[in-house]
């Protein structure tokens, strides 16, 4: 629900209401993105306990993304996982992504869970 959307809803309830579902709003928002991290760190965790070598045709593992992560990006920025400079400047910023492998110079994303390539 974009924000106007939210605040027009927000504004037709009493003030008390409306900031109590405000907070608990937010407080949700604040428990996934904990949740998300949780989840990024122990795909790091896996990542890094696990050799990985590139395969022949498909490439090599370039980033792990926690899936909540990877779609909270790409509604964020319809297409951005395809954004060379995006992928780049998101490994900077979020090095538990950051897989090491070699291979073939082709790049792929999984997002865990479905175990295929986006």
């Known amino acids: 629900?974009?924000?106007?959307?939210?605040?027009?809803?927000?504004?037709?309830?009493?003030?008390?209401?409306?900031?109590?579902?405000?907070?608990?709003?937010?407080t949700q928002w604040e428990e996934k993105a904990i949740h998300a991290e949780a989840r990024q760190a122990a795909i790091a965790a896996d990542r890094a306990s696990t050799p990985l070598n590139?395969?022949?045709g498909i490439g090599y593992l370039d980033m792990s993304v926690d899936s909540q992560i990877y779609h909270w990006w790409n509604a964020k920025l319809p297409g951005c996982?395809?954004?060379?400079?995006?992928?780049?400047?998101?490994?900077?910023?979020?090095?538990?992504?950051?897989?090491?492998?070699?291979?073939?110079?082709?790049?792929?994303?999984?997002?865990?869970?479905?175990?295929?390539a986006a």
């Open 1 to 26: 629900m974009p924000n106007d959307e939210l605040k027009d809803l927000l504004s037709d309830i009493p003030s008390d209401l409306a900031e109590g579902a405000r907070q608990e709003l937010a």
């Open 54 to 56: 590139a395969v022949d």
């Open 81 to 116: 996982w395809r954004d060379k400079a995006f992928r780049s400047w998101f490994k900077k910023n979020f090095p538990t992504t950051v897989v090491k492998s070699g291979g073939t110079g082709k790049t792929m994303i999984l997002m865990p869970g479905l175990g295929k």
